[in-house]
């Protein structure tokens, strides 16, 4: 919520605060929640995809085709 408060505020929500199809976003996909696991595994969490600016940049399984 406070990235899409933060958006409203800079009226940049048509592009920008939440993940939504058309929408700019910047985010990983990990094999697995780092919140649920011990800290010792996290350096052993595999990077699934990448998106940049709405753009995928590392997606080897096509997971944003």
Do not use: C, W
């Amino acid at each position: 919520m406070m990235t899409l408060n933060v958006a409203k505020l800079l009226q940049h929500e048509e592009k920008t605060g939440s993940i939504e199809r058309g929408k700019l976003a910047d985010f990983v996909v990990l094999d697995r929640n780092i919140l649920d696991i011990p800290i010792n595994e996290i350096g052993s969490v595999n990077v699934e995809a990448t998106l940049l600016g709405g753009e995928p940049i590392y997606d080897p399984k096509g997971l944003f085709d």
